[in-house]
């Protein structure tokens, strides 16, 4: 009787095509394995650090650039697919990309209108504008040059705080309004944001960042020496800032003051009536822009258009003696 060979079965988990146990891993646990994302603990850590130290070179490189006392808070991190965290900005935000070299290629950052229509009030020469009385608005072009600056300071900032690897150069791409898209195959990469409060005055408006999950874990943060930070020589894009809003235009007005008149007599004017200079001599005018004082001004004509010739800068003792004596 010939002998049979029994053929042993072929056990269920084998397959010809790779393995079905690893198609079958959770997405989110093989990011893990490879990587792309780490446990909250450590993101939060890293997100700490890295929040401190861009928060203490923005603060002192905008406020020496801007004229004014620039307040950076940390308040909030997050952690999710990218197109979660995106789709988490405000309608009424700018946005730029943003990259460092030898370090991290896709950054997004956002800030809120309100903030960069502030800073432009103060670097064409104007006080500090009241939060509660600026509204969120469509921006100018000079102002989102101005916020394409401000970004890239915050990009270099951002850089300032990786100790190892080196990066390299901070780029900021054009700032836009328009709510930002993940290019496609990247809607998933874990990603962390982190969320700022910047203070001017009295405008506060929140600023964000986006980027992977991925150089954050593999870096090394920069650390505080002697609790102090350094201080920073004046940056490129301060330059760049001053610049630009040099450029701009702006609006000049002249005051010129006329004759005391009542309440009553001001009801009763008619169209064709005169009313006379309070001045006998050279009239005087005084010269503003965006609502601060400027100049005194002598008002004439030369051929048919009426002008004024600069004076001497306007001081604050000089409304004083106007006040204190009049005439």
């Known amino acids: 009787m010939p002998e049979t060979v029994a053929k042993r079965k072929r056990p269920e ?37 890295l929040a401190e130290m861009t928060g203490l070179s923005l603060a002192l490189n905008a406020g020496k650039a ?6 950076v808070e940390f308040d909030s991190f997050n952690a999710g697919p990218r197109s979660q965290l995106l789709a988490e900005f405000d309608v009424n935000s700018v946005v730029c990309p943003a990259y460092i070299d030898g370090w991290c290629d896709d950054i997004t ?23 509660k009385k600026l509204k ?10 101005v916020s394409s600056i401000l970004f890239a300071q915050f990009a270099e900032s951002l850089k300032s705080a990786i100790a190892d690897p080196q ?25 962390v944001m982190l969320t700022f409060q910047l203070r001017l005055g009295s405008v506060e408006a929140p600023f964000l960042v986006v980027l992977p999950q991925r150089p954050l874990l593999k870096s090394r943060i920069a650390e505080r020496e002697d609790g102090k930070p350094a201080k920073p020589e004046r940056p490129s894009w301060a330059r760049q800032l001053t610049t630009q809003v040099s450029h701009s235009h702006v609006l000049l007005e002249a005051r010129i003051s006329l004759n005391e ?10 169209t064709g009536d005169v009313l006379p200079f309070d001045d006998e001599g050279g009239v005087r005018t005084l ?26 800068p306007h001081r604050r003792e000089h409304e004083l003696i106007k006040d204190i004596a009049p005439g």
């Not at 790779?18 to 939060?44: H, V, W, Y």
């Not at 990066?167 to 990603?191: H, I, L, M, N």
């Not at 008149?261 to 004017?269: I, K, N, Q, S």
């Open 287 to 312: 010269l503003s822009a965006g609502g601060k004082e400027l100049f005194w001004c002598e008002f004439g004509k030369a051929g048919n258009r009426y002008t004024v010739r600069v004076q001497e």
């Open 261 to 270: 008149l009542t309440l009553g007599e001001v009801a009763r004017l008619q």
């Open 66 to 71: 801007i004229g004014e006392p620039v307040d």
């Open 109 to 131: 950052l956002a800030a809120n209108t309100v903030f960069v229509i502030a800073v432009m009030e103060c670097m064409l020469g104007g006080a500090i504008p009241e939060g």
């Open 167 to 191: 990066p390299k150069a901070a780029t900021a791409g054009q700032a836009t309004q328009e709510q930002p898209e993940p290019e496609e195959g990247t809607e998933d990469t874990p990603c």
């Open 136 to 145: 969120p608005r469509a921006l100018s072009d000079i102002e989102l040059d």
């Open 13 to 49: 988990f084998m397959s010809d095509g790779p393995s079905t146990a690893i198609k079958s891993l959770d997405a989110a646990l093989l990011q893990r394995m490879t990587g792309q994302s780490g446990d909250r603990e450590t993101l939060e850590t890293q997100c700490l650090m």
